[in-house]
């Protein structure tokens, strides 16, 4: 079986963490930029980058919990 190191990230609950951050947050950040009055483009471009962050701080969460082994 192939081991999976994120599996261990906050206590195993990053897995469902990390599926729910993907649907929501870039949700939510569509829905403040557009109360927020932009266009629905940028709305629609600012909620897309939304989503490196998650993939950013897993990235750095793996390095840091591999460095410690």
């Known amino acids: 079986m192939i081991e999976d190191p994120s599996d261990e990230l906050m206590d195993g609950m990053w897995i469902f963490l990390k599926r729910i951050l993907i649907i929501l947050v870039p949700f939510w950040v569509y829905l403040l930029a557009w109360s927020a009055g932009a266009p629905i483009i940028v709305a629609a471009i600012l909620a897309g ?5 998650i993939a950013i701080y897993e990235n750095l969460k793996l390095k ?5 082994k």
């Open 49 to 53: 980058v939304s989503v490196a962050p």
């Open 64 to 68: 840091e919990h591999q460095d410690e």
